[in-house]
Each structure stands twice: as C-alpha cells, then as structure tokens.
C-alpha cells in the first residue's frame, strides 16, 4: 500500500515521521499532556459561561442543535476540517490526528467532573483559568513538533494557497467560526474578546517554555508553515 508523505527540508514526511530519537518520550508526553489540557482548558471556559474560543463557539453550538456532548461535536469537526486537508495537500502527523481524538474526549471528561457554577466570582476565575491553560497546552502541544492539528493546517493551508497572510486568514476563518456557532446557540461573551487578545501572547510565552531543542531526528511538521513559526513570528 502506498504511503502518502510530503517533504520539508529534502526528507519524506508522514504520520510516522518524527517518531525517533532521545527526545521521543519527552516529546510524546508534552504532545498528550498539551492535548489533554487543551480539551480541559476549553471545558472550564464552558462551566464559566462568559464566552467560549471562537471554535468551541462552533462546537457549543453544533452541540445545541444536535444533542451530542460539545466534544463528541468537537471531534467530528476535528475530522471534516482535516478532510479539507486533501485538496491543499497538506499531509497530517501524529499529532493531528491525535488532536482530533483526544481534546474531545478530555472535554467532555473535565465537563462531567467540573459541575456547573454560580456566582461572578467562580466563573471568572474558572475562565481564566481557561485562558490561561489553553495557552500553556497550546505551547505543549505545538512544540512536541508531531505536526499541527486540523484547524491549524487548515489555516496554514490556506495562506500557502492564496498567499494571504497568515493574520488575515486566521482572522476571515475564526470571523466565520464565530458567526456560525454564535448563530447556532454557541455562547459569545467578554471571555470570547480576551481570549483573542490573549492567546497569541500566552502561546508565544508557552511555547519557548515549552521548546524542545532538535536533534537531527527529523520532524513531522507538515509542508508549509508551521503553527509555532506562525505564532512566534506574530
């Protein structure tokens, strides 16, 4: 059977790539730790009802209309957006794959442990604990260097394609994001506006925290831009 692969650098690139060296255990804890936290990260900010990230608005509001948990909806869009993959010929890795499963799966775990909450107090600080984790799975996760997740490639995708900025990309796509979920039901909020004030900072942060130096193992980073170049350019 064939294997679709891509290339970066002059070497072949698949799902498997990047899956060797003395680094792999600390890479592989990051990517799962990061993967497990941002689902958890995405839950508290549903329990503080102040506004979700622009793609759990979507998923909240799928969620509404279907009656699925938000991250069983998660996941299935998780997998629709890396269908779009195939056309711009983006080439997954380990890490994309794994983001569609396990951040649902966290979510809808940390929503059946974290009960419903009253009160501004609680909410805020669960909010912003949300913020805050997010950014810090965020760098995890991306520094693992085992490929971005689906809406990421989608993003970089389409600023290869078009020759957008990769700022104005990220912006039409979470616009239309938004839209969407908020007309579906999803909760848009003051969190939704400090979360896209926060993000790109508290990721840049995270992620030279995070950085796991290169040992010439190879990478399986997708053709294109990378969601870590992407941020630490911004």
């Known amino acids: 059977m064939h294997q679709s692969t891509s290339t970066i650098g002059g070497r072949a690139l698949s799902i498997t790539s990047g899956l060797r ?11 799962y730790t990061g993967l497990a936290l ?11 009802g102040l506004g979700l990230e622009p793609w759990g608005v979507l998923h909240q509001g799928l969620a509404e209309r279907t009656g699925l948990t938000i991250g069983v909806v998660s996941i299935i869009v998780g997998a629709a957006v890396l269908l ?18 396990v951040i649902g799966i966290a979510m809808d775990g940390t929503l059946a442990a974290v009960p419903e909450l009253d009160g501004p107090g609680p909410r805020i600080a669960v909010t912003a604990a949300g ?10 996760y991306i520094s693992a260097r085992f490929g971005p997740g689906p809406r990421d490639g989608l993003m970089t995708g389409l600023h290869r394609l078009t020759g957008r900025s990769v ?15 908020f007309a579906l039901g999803g909760t848009v909020g003051a969190a939704t506006l400090v979360y ?19 040992t010439g193992e190879g990478s399986s980073v997708v053709a294109g831009s990378s969601p870590a170049r992407v941020i630490l350019r911004s």
Do not use: D, K
């Open 167 to 181: 700022r104005l990309v990220r912006t039409a796509i979470e616009v239309a994001v938004v839209v969407t979920g």
């Open 38 to 48: 941002y689902g958890a990260s995405s839950a508290l900010l549903v329990r503080g």
């Open 131 to 140: 913020i805050v984790l997010n950014g810090m799975a965020t760098g995890l």
């Open 196 to 214: 896209a004030l926060s993000i790109g900072p508290l990721a840049q942060l995270f992620l030279r925290v995070f950085a796991v130096p290169p």
């Open 84 to 101: 779009l993959w195939v056309p711009m010929r983006q080439r997954p890795g380990l890490g994309t794959v794994s983001n569609v499963l």
């Open 21 to 31: 060296g003395r680094r792999l255990p600390r890479r592989l804890l990051q990517l």
